[in-house]
């Protein structure tokens, strides 16, 4: 599913979601962060990349969250939302059963950088989305003070994400189905 979408632009930073896919149990929204020095200094251009990783960011937990903190949320017509703050991996500590609905959750991506006349980098990353979105029209919000993006929503098309849902195939049958 192509979405196309620009969810934030400021004169140092672009975040678009170019693809949604969608699986039987969810959907990965893929997201660009494209970054510019432009205005920046060499440093800050480094930091503002740096910070693009969440497990890269300290003092997340409780109180006010770092201005360097990129953060995504939903949020369902229902009022049901989820967000990426607090996240961190600890493959001692999986879960056996699912989370509560919804999770949204990083799944980390590469980096490639640009240099010439204007030094750039691209993060590409993904959030997946579980369980899939409702039908109805549901917000993207994201938000990142040092990239200069103030609190930004989209509203996305649940009904389309359910759709091709519907029509993806399941990497391993079901073993109840047949294999």
Known sequence: MISDLVLARTPNV??????IQAF????LMNVNIVMRRHTLSPGDFQALQLSVYPHMITGVS???LP?????????????AKATTVGQRF????????PPPAPRLSWLLGGVSMRSGDEDA???TMGLWLWPSPPRETFELAVEWPAGGIELS???LDGAAVAAAAERSVAYWPDSA???
């Open 153 to 155: 929503i989209s509203l």
């Open 90 to 97: 600890d493959p001692a500590r999986i879960p056996r059963d």
């Open 177 to 179: 189905q047949g294999e």
């Open 14 to 19: 672009a975040i678009t979601l170019p693809t």
């Open 24 to 27: 039987g149990n969810g959907c």
């Open 62 to 64: 409780g109180g006010r």
């Open 121 to 123: 980098g691209v993060a």
């Open 67 to 79: 201005d360097n903190l990129l953060r995504f949320g939903v949020r369902f017509a229902d009022g």
